[in-house]
C-alpha cells in the first residue's frame, strides 16, 4: 500500500491550503485515514482523522475550528483544509490508513505515506 500525502508549501500566516492523501490500489474509503504532523524539533503527533463511516475527529485544540478533514471517494482521496494557518502549523503532515476495513479512529494506523512540508512564514 503506498499514500501520498501532497499539497504542502510555503504559505503566508491567515493564509488556506489544501493536503490530499491519495493511494494506488487500495480504497480509502474503507478505512479510517488520519493526517500527523511533526514541526522540527517535536514529536509526531495526530492532527484529525476520518473513519470507513466518515465521523471526524480533530486532536490538537490549536486546529479545531480551522482545519477540515473531508473524503472524495471518487477521487480516492482524503483532504485536510487547512485555514487561517498559524506559524505553529509549520510541520511534514503525513497521512496514514488502518489496514482493516470499517475501522474507526484512535488505533495506530497500519499504512504511512511520505510527508508533505508546510512552512507558515509570518
Known amino acids: 500500500v503506498q499514500l501520498q500525502a501532497s499539497g504542502g508549501g510555503l504559505v503566508q500566516v491567515g493564509d488556506s491550503l489544501r493536503l490530499s492523501c491519495t493511494a494506488s490500489r487500495f480504497a480509502l474509503n474503507y478505512h479510517a485515514i488520519a493526517w500527523f504532523r511533526q514541526a522540527p524539533g517535536k514529536e509526531r503527533e495526530g492532527v484529525s482523522c476520518i473513519s470507513s463511516n466518515n465521523s471526524v475527529t480533530y486532536y490538537p485544540d490549536s486546529v479545531k475550528g480551522r482545519f477540515i478533514i473531508s473524503r472524495d471517494n471518487a477521487k480516492n482521496t482524503v483532504y485536510l483544509q487547512m485555514n487561517t494557518v498559524k506559524p505553529e502549523d509549520t510541520a511534514v503532515y503525513y497521512c496514514?490508513?488502518?489496514?482493516?476495513?470499517?475501522?474507526?479512529?484512535?488505533?495506530?494506523?497500519?499504512?504511512w505515506g511520505k510527508g508533505t512540508l508546510v512552512t507558515v512564514s509570518s
Open positions: 496514514a490508513a488502518t489496514g482493516r476495513r470499517g475501522s474507526s479512529c484512535g488505533g495506530i494506523p497500519d499504512f
